[in-house]
């Protein structure tokens, strides 16, 4: 009989473990009707803490995912535990209260409740240095992102972009919120939209130094650039493979912009369009089978796909008469670029050509390129007069601008991480 | 009998409960791994957010040419059409002119900047640029200058004469622009 009750206490424990490793999904993301959650996000003591949680409800609010309730209607004092009948009548769903101690580091400890549940479902402690502030809140919007859809956040994810710099261009990094701008040094006369590798350790980007264009690559992890491909003509880089050993671009060496891919181990050189048009702008799948590129072989700019040896090419884009820049999705499943309409807006479609909608309206709009969890785009425009960086959500919602005002920016690839 | 059974039973469901905890533990431990530049632990301890310092600046190295441009650049624009790159005949006797400066003198280098209206997107734009710059190089080779002499670049959008929205702008901006590149230290 002991050994009967010992069973049912094993048993408990099993079911309990798989109970939170089978984590409940409170938000399906592929549901487009999906309601926003109804979330309380209390204010962290002290001014440090406060900034924190604002970061905090300004990430989940992006994601058109949550609805951060206004502080008014919170019932409970943040010391007070968390009780589910004084939640439960207001229709909040969930709570994230918490601890802040500020000296040198932060220290901060983040509770977040299930309401219709009754139960804790996250709590955790964060350090970090002072000046890393919005890396720790963004930190704890990832791990609340994370348990309410099952998904990785984007939130600690950063854009690399091209902006004017002392007469020249430069390439310069922001969180993917627009805060913390940095100038990475690197210039030339003309700059163009880097690409990042998978693994976010290294970006090819091309540039015009002493009237040659070169496909560059910057190393992070050694602050190191090396020129990777130079010749005659327009060299302009495309993305890298995912496994890092090899590089799609497009140029004119042999006369007419084509399409090209260098191994970056042997540096074999292969060339895989021959038009005596323009071919340029080349995008590999996240998978690595496939390019989209730009080819003008019909009569005008349009995108076209094909495997990434250069056969089986396929037309996508059939309406307008521009269509440029094409982005992959890292699902494989749509492609995002810029079509004209009267003035270049953002469109997606999806490989077999099907699905097609323009996601915005105002301005030249150009460049786009997919946050890693393909929830959201990033491109430039000019609506305000001045190229700037903006981001969305793929559907187009929530449009913003998070370049730094008075700086010309373009060009803008989301990293992978 | 019973209670051996039982026994092993209960062995069973402890491995398993065990295993479950591990592989849960694992699999986290994973997806954390792959995050950006932090360092997590078990919940319970505290998670320190770090960053890889990806903010040194790096200087880009600069390849320099051999060749300086001249002040004295004669020779007019080739325009033209939207989204074109053809060198349309009322442009011929300017290439001809051209031509025949290059033929009497010898060891100046003539650089081809091709350029572009702002409509188009920047790396098409690029692409337009160099065969603007390739087509004007193409009628002179025609014309008997020689290739080595000739040196193409496109700029794309990225030079405009004029900033104006209008046609009259944009015509000026599409554009195949002459500079004479003389040897450097002359």
């Not at chain 1, 050694?222 to 020129?227: D, I, L, S």
């Not at chain 1, 995008?283 to 796909?305: C, H, M, N, T």
């Not at chain 1, 807006?345 to 997919?370: H, M, R, Y």
Request: net charge neutral; hydrophobic share 35%.
């Amino acid at each position: 009989m002991r050994l009967v009750g010992l069973l049912m206490l094993f048993i408990l424990c099993f079911m309990s473990v798989y109970s939170s490793a089978d984590a409940k999904i409170y938000i399906d993301i592929t549901s487009p009707a999906a309601k926003k959650l109804p979330i309380a996000i209390y204010d962290l003591p002290g001014s440090s803490g406060r900034e924190i949680s604002e970061i905090i409800r300004e990430d989940l609010t992006f994601t058109g995912l949550f609805m951060c309730i206004d502080k008014a209607s919170y019932v409970e004092e943040q010391t007070q535990p968390f009780s589910q009948k004084n939640w439960t009548p207001l229709g909040i769903e969930a709570v994230v209260k918490g601890k802040a101690e500020e000296g040198n580091e932060i220290t901060i400890d983040i509770a977040v409740y299930d309401v219709f549940e009754g139960k804790e479902i996250l709590n955790k402690q964060y350090k970090s240095e002072k000046a890393m502030l919005r890396q720790l809140a963004h930190s704890v919007s990832n791990d609340i992102y994370k348990a309410f859809t099952g998904l990785d956040g984007i939130f600690r994810t950063r854009i690399a972009f091209v902006a004017d710099e002392d007469g020249e261009k430069g390439i310069l990094l922001m969180d993917w919120d627009g805060a913390r701008t940095r100038r990475l040094g690197l210039k030339g006369t003309l700059v163009l939209s880097p690409h990042w590798s998978s693994d976010g350790t290294r970006l090819a980007y091309s540039s015009e130094r002493g009237r040659q264009w070169g496909i560059y690559l910057l190393d992070f992890g050694k602050m190191t650039e090396k020129r990777i491909f130079g010749s005659k003509g327009t060299n302009m880089a495309g993305d890298l493979f995912p496994k890092g050993d090899a590089i799609t671009f497009s140029s004119s060496r042999d006369g007419s912009p084509d399409i090209y891919t260098l191994s970056l181990k042997d540096d074999t050189l292969r060339k895989l369009t021959s038009t005596q048009g323009i071919e340029v702008s080349p995008a590999v799948s996240s998978d690595g089978s496939l390019i989209a590129f730009v080819s003008d072989r019909g009569g005008s700019p349009q995108i076209y796909v094909m495997r990434a040896d250069g056969s089986d090419i396929r037309r996508v884009t059939f309406e307008g008469s521009y269509n440029t820049s094409p982005n992959w999705a890292p699902s494989g499943d749509r492609i995002v670029f810029s079509c004209r309409r009267g003035k270049n807006q953002i469109c997606i479609v999806k490989p077999d050509g099907s699905g097609l909608q323009q996601l915005t309206e105002a301005g030249n709009n150009e460049d786009p390129s997919f946050s890693p969890d393909g929830r959201y785009v990033a491109f430039s425009s000019d609506r305000d007069g001045m190229k700037g960086v903006y981001i969305m959500r793929a559907s187009g919602e929530a449009q913003k601008k998070i370049s730094p005002r008075g700086l010309r920016s373009y060009g803008p690839r989301w990293s992978p991480n | 009998m019973k209670s051996r059974n039982f026994a092993v039973f209960v062995v069973m469901v402890l491995v398993a409960a065990v295993a479950g905890c591990q592989q849960r533990v694992a699999t986290k431990q994973d997806a954390q791994d792959g995050q950006q530049g932090t360092v997590h632990k078990h919940d319970k301890e505290a998670e320190r957010v770090t960053e890889k310092s990806a903010d040194s600046r790096i200087q880009s190295a600069d390849t320099g040419s051999q060749y300086v441009e001249s002040k004295d650049s004669t020779f007019s624009d080739v325009n033209f059409d939207f989204d074109k790159y053809d060198v349309k005949d009322q442009y011929k006797p300017l290439l001809q002119s051209v031509a025949s400066w290059m033929g009497k003198n010898g060891s100046s280098k003539l650089s081809i900047e091709g350029h572009c209206d702002e409509r188009g997107t920047n790396e098409y734009n690029l692409a337009l640029g160099d065969r603007r710059a390739k087509a004007v190089r193409d009628y002179l080779i025609s014309l008997g200058v020689a290739s080595g002499k000739l040196d193409i670049i496109s700029y794309g959008e990225e030079k405009p004469l004029c900033t104006d929205q209008n046609e009259d702008c944009w015509g000026r901006n599409r554009r195949a622009h002459f500079v004479i590149l003389n040897k450097a230290g002359k």
